[in-house]
């Protein structure tokens, strides 16, 4: 099942909607490489709320999302990781070193609001 | 509530259906909340390990109990290239493929029973159980009186 991007002024949004198989997550990732291109959009936001199960290659997909974006000079957070699944990660030992994490949607908007501040031009 | 489960596993989409049947039947059985998520992700790990690796298996969900305790049994099985070096394999952080090296030692630690055997041109056998905490098996066993 894709994952819907919308888009808002200078960010993308990713609401994943259901289980992501790798496939679905490869998708996501070239979806967003390319569409931050197209939308010349400044920060991502990729929420996984309703995701059971972050594991091994979801991680590292995630994490290349957000390196590659990087590149493309969007700044990518990662939102909704739940505390059951935030648990499994750390036992399997999986981080998502050097991409941004915060709770939600709301946290994940503010932070991309402080690190893209000085070059969002302002809104209508 | 004593049965086996299947699951075919060729493919990325079997992976996540594999993960859902055996969170199924652990619901079942009591398991509840982080426990639910690490033997799903574990799931994942070796469900991925087939396809990258053997390209087909299959994955067993059976309940399972010892001395009082009761579980969930889990078999993935292939008849795949086998694994040269299992305790290479088993080590955190190699992979044999573009992973991460996190999936086997990554599924051991979520579970708590775990075994792997290979045989070079014979297939890989994965092995775990996962036991369900007194206050579970109490709570679920309350909740089938009612």
Known sequence: MPVPILKQRDYLIASVQAALSDSDLTELRDNLSSQVGRYRSRGVIIDVTVLDVIDSFATRTLRSVAHMLKLRGAQTVIVGIQPDVAFAMVQLGLTLEGVGTELDLEEGLAHLGRLTKRRVKDGP | ?146
Do not use: C
């Not at chain 2, 859902?20 to 070796?46: N, P, V, W």
């Not at chain 2, 396809?51 to 078999?75: E, M, Q, S």
């Not at chain 2, 979520?110 to 014979?122: K, N, T």
């Open chain 2, 1 to 146: 509530m004593d049965r086996k489960i299947q699951v075919e596993v060729s493919s990325v989409a079997d992976i996540v259906a594999a993960r859902q049947k055996g969170r199924a039947l652990a619901m079942e059985l009591g398991f509840d909340g982080s426990d639910l998520t690490m033997i799903a992700t574990a799931i994942s790990e070796i469900a991925r390990n087939i396809v990258d690796h053997a390209k087909r298996g299959t994955i067993t969900f059976t309940p399972t109990h010892r001395n009082g305790a009761r579980g969930i049994l889990i078999v993935a099985k292939d008849d795949g290239p086998g694994i040269r070096d299992v305790t290479q394999a088993m080590q955190y952080g190699f992979s044999s493929g573009n992973g991460l090296g996190v999936g086997l030692p990554g599924a051991k630690w979520l579970m708590d029973d775990f075994d792997i055997r290979s045989e070079l041109g014979r297939g890989t056998v994965v092995t775990m159980k996962k036991w369900l905490r007194h206050d579970q098996f109490t709570r679920n066993k309350h909740g089938a009186g009612d």
